[in-house]
């Protein structure tokens, strides 16, 4: 679905106008300067964490759907591809996460929800945890994925799956969580509701019965000939790179790509 959407999307060409917007680590395309290295180095606290998710990640990758879009630069519809914090810049956290959310369009289905976790809050295993499906199949059962998780994960990940859905529950279905390093894809589905035989009934239900989301996938950042560089863990796997499944996951968002058909 996202390989299939990034492979049949339009060249677009970088220019240098553009090259200040694109300062995402990449091997063998950017570089960085002393000061965005030393801000690199030094990321221990809430505020430093959401800065780097907004700058490093989120804003090189909202400003290529923005030339995927042909938006031009400047314009108030390239406004509606920035994320907004669900706190103020001069605001102390509240709690141990932050939401970021992009504007909803009159084509899409809401807004979407970044929910940021710091990585001394959410590790791998808790990430594993809460995209560990509910019904695992014998014959995949003895997969890397599905390996045994710890109880105290179990419990991180209920209590993530309550933040999600709070968070989304005004904004919309889709969502991704993040540890900066690891990242989860996901979209809440409502079932349509039955009637006494089992049956469904027409019409749909405004709840959410299920969501499909991704197993975690590394933040790593693959050189031009497309050769990847050693992976810390296997649950990448699908083929796309994180900036890839955020690109994809925004303009379905924003209604320009097509969620997938079951």
């Not at 998710?53 to 989120?58: Q, S």
């Not at 923005?66 to 994320?83: C, D, G, H, T």
């Not at 863990?233 to 955020?246: N, Q, R, S």
């Amino acid at each position: 679905m996202v390989r299939r959407y990034i492979d049949d999307a339009p060249d677009c060409f970088i220019t240098e106008l553009d090259k200040p917007d694109m300062n995402i680590p990449c091997y063998g395309v950017n570089s960085l300067n002393m000061g965005q290295v030393n801000f690199l180095s030094r990321v221990d606290g809430q505020d430093e964490f959401l800065l780097l998710i907004m700058t490093f990640v989120l804003g090189p990758v909202t400003h290529c759907c923005r030339i995927l879009n042909n938006i031009p630069r400047y314009v108030p519809m390239a406004q509606s591809l920035e994320f907004i914090a669900s706190r103020g810049p001069d605001q102390k956290a509240a709690v141990e996460w932050d939401v970021l959310r992009i504007p909803a369009t009159t084509y899409g289905e809401g807004s979407l929800s970044i929910i940021c976790v710091p990585p001394w809050k959410l590790d791998l295993e808790d990430l594993r945890a809460f995209t560990m499906p509910e019904n695992i199949p014998q014959n995949v059962a003895r997969h890397p994925r599905f390996q045994e998780i710890s109880e105290a994960a179990r419990n991180t990940a209920h209590d993530l799956w309550q933040m999600v859905f709070e968070s989304c529950a005004p904004a919309g279905p889709c969502f991704v969580v993040t540890n900066y390093a690891f990242w989860c894809f996901g979209r809440f589905e409502a079932a349509k509701p039955r009637n006494s035989k089992g049956k469904e009934r027409e019409g749909n239900d405004e709840g959410w019965a299920t969501a499909t989301v991704s197993p975690p996938i590394e933040l790593e950042m693959s050189i031009p000939n497309s050769v990847r560089l050693p992976m810390k863990t296997e649950p990448m796997g699908l083929g796309c790179t994180v900036t890839e499944c955020l690109t994809f996951w925004i303009q379905m968002t924003r209604g320009a790509a097509s969620w997938m058909q079951t």
